[in-house]
């Protein structure tokens, strides 16, 4: 078999050896190149066409961020940031990074006695993300805010006369998701007038800044979830459960558990989602976005049970379409849409005006 061929992008002399004698012991995958600098990576990338990249933040001559962009925009490859960038600033270049089209973000090696549980990580992410196909991702078609809103189709009308207003509107998502969350975001008309509340997949220490960067790339008040609050209280705003800690919605207050993971998931999708179910029946909108495994699928056809309106991103459009897959496997979606559509979709179902029947 045909062993990955891996390129690896990294400034440090120690770090860039240390990786590539993890990747070379593996018989299935090749380290094919070294770069020290953005600009190196990105020939490298197009005269090598590796397999998968694996990318610092911090480089000399070109930054990380940069290279990603041009490499997503130009030939474009899985990247796997590894970083050790845990400052607020850098946080942001790794998020815009990810939004830009690289896959997913790992930690450096600490140098400590958990670096055999790293390599093994590390050996895995890298096989995984190698396989996943990617897509020409030029920076301006998720910068451009006017570019993003497409209009929907409008939505189903049944079974209309038995339906609340919308209350609430929740999104999942897991691999790619830092971009597809900002393209819904950014696709919702203003005012919006529910709380959106969303789970994202994403580890520790990275996923610490996230909410304070989405806030800056958006119209709408990010944060993160407080435990006790009330959810009524962030209509027109958006929630996202913290890094480690279930979200769930009860009594009408935003409530964090530290209960065991689900799908090895914590936050998980499916948490949040049952519970909007049990808390509001037919009055959620929910998005289940691109991702690995099927964490969210068993949440969205609880919500779509208790009559509530249901969309998956279609394959097309997601970096992984292995979550949404699952959802549509279980009959869990009502509509299936490209990214593009789903914040459209979204601010249509939250302009209905459906009155309370008896």
Known sequence: MTPTRVLVVEDSLTVRRRLCDVLA????????????????????????RPDIVTMDMMLPVMSGLSATEYIMAHCPTPILVVSASTNRGELFKTYEALAA???????????????????????????????????????????????SRVA?????????????RYEVAVIGASTGGPGAILEVLRGLRQPFPLPVVFV?????????????????QTEFAVSYARD??????????????????????????????????????????????????????????????????????AGLLAIRQ????????DEATSVVY????????LHAVERELPLRQIGSMMSALAALQRPITS
């Open 200 to 216: 994202l997949h994403i580890g520790e220490p990275f996923g610490l800044a996230f909410a304070e960067w989405l806030d800056g």
């Open 152 to 164: 929907a189709p409008p939505p189903s009308q049944t079974p209309s006369s038995a339906r609340q």
């Open 25 to 48: 012991a593996d018989p299935g995958l090749q380290v094919v190149g070294e770069a020290e600098d953005g600009k190196q990576a990105i020939d490298l990338c197009q005269r090598l």
């Open 322 to 329: 292995g979550m949404p897959r699952e959802a549509v496997m």
């Open 306 to 313: 208790a009559g509530g309106f249901t969309i998956a991103q």
């Open 228 to 297: 006790g609050e009330p959810l009524s209280a962030r209509a027109g705003q958006v929630v996202m459960a913290p890094p480690d800690s279930h979200l769930i919605v009860r009594g009408g207050r935003l409530r964090l558990l530290a209960e065991p993971p689900r799908h090895s998931c914590r936050p998980s999708v499916d948490v949040l989602f049952e519970s909007v179910a049990r808390e509001y029946g037919a009055a959620v909108i929910a998005s289940l976005l691109t991702g690995m495994g099927r964490d969210g699928a």
């Open 101 to 147: 089209g690289a896959v997913d973000v790992l930690e450096k090696p600490r140098g400590d006695e958990s670096d055999a549980a790293w390599e093994r990580h590390f050996i895995a992410t890298v096989k995984l993300i190698s396989r996943i196909r990617v897509i020409t991702h030029p920076r301006a078609r998720l910068w451009s805010l006017g570019s």
